[in-house]
T-cell receptor, first 110, second 116 residues
Framework: SQKIEQNSEALNIQEGKTATLTCNYTNYSPAYLQWYRQDPGRGPVFLLLIRENEKEKRKERLKVTFDTTLKQSLFHITASQPADSATYLCALLRDDKIIFGKGTRLHILP | DSGVTQTPKHLITATGQRVTLRCSPRSGDLSVYWYQQSLDQGLQFLIQYYNGEERAKGNILERFSAQQFPDLHSELNLSSLELGDSALYFC???????????????FGPGTRLTVL
């Protein structure tokens, strides 16, 4: 069956450093991959979308890579700030199907 | 604030009961999506409606149903509730009716359902 894995442990990163989050998947060939941010008790907020034929996408301090051979996406936040602390979800999409990972909790330490 | 509203914020009910969750999409958005989020399952896509018609279906149980009305608001009906249905239920909206693939979705604040 299809499986998405994100770092299950929380990630602690020092302020100013680059945070890198991983999304691995098996038994699936997504056409698109999305990253969302979710704060406690709130709905997810869309951050970035990357297509299967794109290797990399950037938006301000955010960068996403998508390697369909490795079946992996990496999500980077450069010059991280305490306000970046949240849970980050990846979602795989093809046709009418969307599957979310369980998310990685990121703590940016001042 | 995403512009998507959901009511009620919290709902506590008993097993076997039926509840209705309500969602109003962002102004101008034609698609509404429903999701269930629990600690063990994560965020699960349930169903999508576009301009009143069912557009895509995910892991929605037969005890659950949804509809989208002419004013584009949507309701999710959950019946014969079980303890395992306790979760956060999110509604999201997007501008057009393409599959979930390439639409940026705007999520509401969610309804927390507790089944006792």
């Amino acid at each position: 069956s299809q499986k998405i894995e994100q770092n299950s442990e929380a990630l602690n990163i020092q302020e100013g450093k680059t945070a890198t989050l991983t999304c691995n998947y098996t038994n699936y060939s997504p056409a698109y991959l999305q990253w969302y941010r979710q704060d406690p008790g709130r709905g997810p907020v869309f951050l970035l979308l990357i297509r299967e034929n794109e290797k990399e996408k950037r938006k301000e301090r955010l960068k996403v890579t998508f390697d369909t051979t490795l079946k992996q996406s990496l999500f980077h936040i450069t010059a991280s700030q305490p306000a970046d602390s949240a849970t980050y979800l990846c979602a795989l999409l093809r046709d009418d199907k969307i599957i979310f990972g369980k998310g990685t909790r990121l703590h940016i330490l001042p | 604030d995403s512009g998507v509203t959901q009511t009620p914020k919290h709902l506590i009910t008993a097993t076997g009961q039926r509840v209705t969750l309500r969602c109003s999409p962002r102004s101008g958005d034609l698609s509404v999506y429903w999701y269930q989020q629990s600690l063990d399952q994560g965020l699960q896509f349930l169903i999508q409606y576009y301009n009143g018609e069912e557009r895509a279906k995910g892991n929605i149980l037969e005890r659950f149903s949804a509809q989208q009305f002419p004013d584009l608001h949507s309701e999710l009906n959950l019946s014969s509730l079980e303890l395992g249905d306790s979760a956060l239920y999110f509604c999201a909206s997007s501008v057009d009716g393409g599959s979930p693939s390439y639409n940026e979705q705007f999520f509401g604040p969610g309804t927390r359902l507790t089944v006792l």
